[in-house]
């Protein structure tokens, strides 16, 4: 009966992912196909503006969130969505207040920085309105996540980048910053809508989480679990982004939009790593055997890294056969991409590693990495700047993301008790199971 059960996570977990990972990769083409019809027509002041309110605007989302969908997709799995409902709704509200607040008192007193010197007043508003929306979207999209309504979830994500690469066919033709960045504030209220139906929709039984943790999730322990993810969530966007702030407070607008190609470029090959990432967290805080969570993550972990490389490898030589020839006002993006695509194959392990951490519920350890990483992205930045201009600043990111790889595996090998060996080379069982993957 245990080997069959076994099994069936196990099934759940390779079909989830792989769809997930289907639905990211079809998302990801139409990204790539999307980018590249804007750049055969949008000039790098006009795309710089459209980045700047989805960068500025995330930016408030994962800073001022406190990381609470974290909690809701823990304890979701852990709970059920019935007990974590009460805790869900007092914790957002005052969330999302402080989201409009204080992103809106950020933007007026950096409106006349060099940050915002030459945007349009409306877009500073725009990026606001894009943080609340993000913030309730993800909200939304936490609760399927911990439900393991991975079909509902890839529906919203695979609608999210049609709307988007309808949207940049039609500003080939119509090249305008206002109605790019306010047709994609639109598509956001849109999926949040739709994320919302997927959450009141449910067809057939609902989970039943096991007797002993079938019991009403307080608002505090949701919030302590918040705080704990939201150093090392914080940490980590800051040290993914950190280049890019440095770059628009230096360089021009249209430096930064052609910086931005590069880490869009490079964010590609995270695809199966977040694909992965998304599944295993929920599966892991819903399992209770402390050997098949090790094993899942050790096989994950491996695979993802193994086929990003490969990704990276391809990529970089696409982009170098193909922006010059067909984008050559891009062609600056293709230094930094080189180095950018170094650290992004180091970093899928920690993102399979850091979710399944937090899936055992100490997302606390994840601090430890991204504070070593951020650390020597200042630093790193501060001498490689001066000396390499914008390749200074990706490889001063590969670095970072390079070590805080190395530190959060580590800190895995020590609190799972693993030999490090096995997080890159595969066992017979292992194998074994990739093979029967790929036969069916």
């Keep these: 009966m245990k080997e069959k059960k076994e099994k069936k996570i196990r099934s759940a977990v390779v079909r989830d992912s792989i769809n997930t990972f289907g639905t990211n990769v079809f998302g990801a083409a139409l990204s790539l196909v999307s980018s590249f019809i804007v750049l055969r027509r949008v000039d790098k002041v006009t795309k710089g503006l459209f980045n700047q309110m989805q960068f500025w605007g995330s930016g408030f989302f994962t800073i001022l969130a406190l990381s609470v969908t974290s909690a809701i997709i823990y304890y979701v799995a852990h709970n059920s969505v019935q007990n974590a409902k009460r805790a869900i709704w007092r914790l957002s509200v005052p969330i999302l207040s402080g989201i409009v607040l204080i992103g809106s008192v950020v933007v007026f007193l950096l409106r006349d920085s060099s940050f915002f010197a030459d945007t349009p007043r409306q877009f500073l508003a725009a990026i606001v309105i894009y943080s609340v929306l993000s913030f309730l979207s993800n909200v939304f999209m936490a609760i399927l996540r911990g439900e393991n309504k991975f079909k509902s979830y890839n529906l919203v994500n695979l609608f999210q980048r049609v709307l988007m690469a309808g949207l940049a066919v039609f500003i080939f033709f119509h090249p305008n910053a206002y109605i790019w960045v306010w047709s994609a504030v639109a598509v956001s209220f849109c999926m949040m809508l739709f994320a919302l139906y997927g959450v009141l929709r449910w067809n057939g039984p609902k989970p039943v989480p096991s007797p002993e943790n079938d019991l009403p999730v307080s608002g505090g322990s949701m ?218």
């Design 223 to 440: 919030l302590g679990y918040s705080l704990k993810s939201h150093v090392s969530n914080v940490l980590t966007y800051l040290n993914t982004n950190l280049g890019s702030y440095i770059v628009q407070g230096v360089y021009t607008i249209a430096d930064y939009g052609v910086y931005n190609t590069a880490v869009t470029m490079m964010q590609q090959v995270w695809v199966l790593p977040n694909s992965v990432s998304q599944v295993i967290l929920s599966r892991i805080s819903g399992m209770n055997n402390w050997n098949d969570k090790v094993r899942l993550t050790l096989l994950s972990s491996k695979v993802v890294t193994y086929l990003t490389t490969a990704g990276a490898v391809a990529l970089y030589w696409v982009a170098k056969l193909l922006v010059p020839v067909l984008f050559p006002i891009y062609v600056g993006a293709l230094g930094p991409l080189a180095y950018l695509l170094i650290g992004s194959v180091f970093v899928s392990y920690s993102n399979v590693l850091g979710n399944s951490i937090a899936g055992y519920g100490h997302p606390e350890l994840n601090i430890i990495p991204t504070a070593t990483g951020i650390a020597l992205n200042i630093a790193a930045s501060v001498i490689l700047l001066p000396l390499m201009g914008t390749d200074g600043i990706a490889l001063a990111t590969s670095i970072s993301m390079t070590a805080q790889a190395v530190t959060c595996i580590v800190i895995f090998c020590r609190f799972s008790h693993t030999p490090f060996y096995r997080l890159l080379i595969p066992n017979r069982d292992e194998l074994a199971m990739v093979m029967r993957i790929f036969h069916k």
